[in-house]
């Protein structure tokens, strides 16, 4: 027979209610008393319905994560982070993909709305107002994406585009091309804005080739345009599209470094394992997801009581974050970057910093807003 909570009440000697109140609104019980109920709990191997739980709380203690695209290796380390860091909130994760399909992602936040306590939105297709409009129904958390006065975890491409441009122009390059994202994404247009300003501080003029679907075929497919347009180096908008570009290179009897150099964007295991070894902008996708579940679970915290829980977050009096956070990215250089053509021995030509790797949880570079109400 399955322990209940009458058996845990017995057990501990308080009165049902008690038992309820300790794991629905622990603040309102006795620590001595919460304590003895928890231990009796633990003892006979008690675990609290969560259905039952959600009716007197509000609270699903689910959260919905809704991301681009859950083949891209970018998201798996982002997810596992987001889930273990739920998990120790007491929190459980639902993911769902919608394939870069903007109607998707619309549709999966109306029906996971009434399930969960909020939605992690991970580089989302849709507008920034649609976005908004659809935070009104269930507190939202954006991931990879500005949105004004919504919460948001970003991570700072812009940067990262800089100083893979800024390493490009150190070793001569002066023709470079860029293979943009999908339309639509937030991130590629970071990356398109940075490296341009940095081709321009640098003398150097910047093709741009898309957009582009983020995959591996979608780099492939652009080998023969860069062969074509004349480049010497290119920045790809994520790392599948850097490998896709290197093996569609290879095919075309393009060397990388030699003839072209090659820089990605996201550090993903696969561009350690490449030939030649990839030279990547790391993003720090793990601290992302655990920011985000953090800055989810602090709106919800901040609504008023009886105002938490299932759609309610946002409702009028309730309070909620529009902190938007910056998290720094860093520059690996590995193989597949060398001296343009032409510009003499790569001991002579390489300059900027050497191999490393960004901290985990990553730092944030910036921070604006806060914990207000709006």
């Known amino acids: ?67 681009a695209d859950i083949a891209n290796p970018f998201f798996p380390p982002l997810i596992k982070a987001a889930e273990g860091q739920a998990r120790h909130r007491d929190y459980h994760i639902f993911v769902a993909d919608t394939n870069e399909d903007p109607m998707a992602e619309e549709e999966l936040v109306h029906a996971l709305a009434k399930q969960v306590d909020g939605v992690l939105l991970c580089s ?6 649609l976005i908004e409009q659809l935070s009104r129904e269930v507190p939202l958390v954006v991931i990879n994406r500005q949105v004004a006065g919504l919460p948001c975890v970003m991570m700072d491409v812009g940067q990262g585009a800089r100083s893979a441009i800024e390493h490009l122009v150190g070793l001569g ?14 991130t590629s247009r970071e990356i398109r804005r940075s490296a341009a300003a940095a081709a321009r501080a640098g003398g150097a003029e910047l093709t ?71 030279t ?23 609504a008023p009581r009886g105002l938490r829980g299932v759609g309610r977050g946002t409702a009028v009096g309730a309070r909620r974050t529009t902190a938007q956070v910056m998290l720094q990215t860093e520059l690996v250089i590995r193989d597949s970057t060398g001296p343009a053509p032409g510009t003499g021995s790569p001991d002579a030509v390489r300059v900027g910093p050497g191999p490393h790797r960004p901290a985990d949880p990553g730092r944030p570079s910036a921070a604006t807003g806060g914990a207000v109400a709006s």
């Not at 347009?229 to 599948?240: E, I, R």
């Open 1 to 67: 027979m399955p322990v209940t909570i009458r058996d845990v009440a017995r057990a501990s000697g308080v009165h049902i209610s008690t038992v309820s109140r300790t794991f629905s609104a622990p603040h309102l019980v006795n620590p001595e008393t919460r304590v003895r109920v928890l231990a009796c709990a633990e003892d006979l191997g008690y675990r609290p319905n969560r259905a039952a739980r959600a009716l007197i709380t509000g609270r699903t203690h689910n959260i919905g994560l809704i991301i």
């Open 124 to 129: 989302p297709r849709m507008s920034n107002s």
């Open 173 to 186: 390059h002066t023709a470079i091309g860029l293979l943009s994202g999908p339309r639509g994404s937030w």
């Open 208 to 278: 741009v080739l898309g957009p582009n679907p983020p995959t591996e075929h979608g780099g492939l497919a652009l080998a023969e345009h860069v062969q074509r347009s004349g480049v010497t180096a290119v920045l790809a908008y994520n790392d599948l599209m850097a490998i896709g570009l290197i093996e569609g290179l290879d095919a075309l009897g393009v060397r990388v470094p030699q003839d072209v150099s090659v820089v990605g964007i996201d550090d993903i295991a696969l561009s350690r394992l490449t030939r030649p070894k990839l």
């Open 280 to 302: 990547t902008v790391a993003t720090p996708a793990g601290a992302a997801g655990r920011t985000a579940v953090d800055m989810l679970l602090q709106q919800d915290t901040d």
